[in-house]
């Protein structure tokens, strides 16, 4: 398929998700027991992803798409913002949900 900055990003924001699930979850026994592996496999499947685009021959995960091209070709990752809630650090602080803040990269 097609490759681009947004799709990079995308799988990027992916794959920190499973890597802070497995580290925030990984003292609950019952997410042990049932949902580890399954994160672990999907967390893999993320990183392999990752791995074709930035090996992508033709450099287009660094290409950020024009405005036209954006409506023919979107991948679900055309926006950089997370919505809902902003979401909780582990200790209690609230992280920030916007694009200028410095939690989001």
């Not at 990027?12 to 890597?19: K, L, V």
């Not at 042990?32 to 992803?49: D, P, R, W």
């Not at 090996?55 to 055309?78: F, I, M």
Request: proline content about 2%; overall charge negative.
């Amino acid at each position: 398929g097609k490759c681009d900055a947004r799709a990079v990003r995308c799988h990027e924001r992916i794959a920190r998700w499973h890597a802070m699930c497995e580290h925030q979850l990984s003292h609950i026994p019952d997410f042990v027991q049932h949902q580890s592996q399954q994160n672990i496999a999907e967390l893999g499947q993320t990183m392999k992803t990752l791995n074709l685009y930035y090996d992508d021959a033709l450099g287009r995960s660094t290409l950020e798409v024009a405005s036209e091209e954006k409506l023919d070709h979107n991948q679900g990752c055309s926006s950089d913002i997370v919505m809902g809630k902003s979401p909780i650090d582990f200790d209690g602080s609230a992280l920030s949900n916007d694009t200028d803040g410095d939690d989001v990269s």
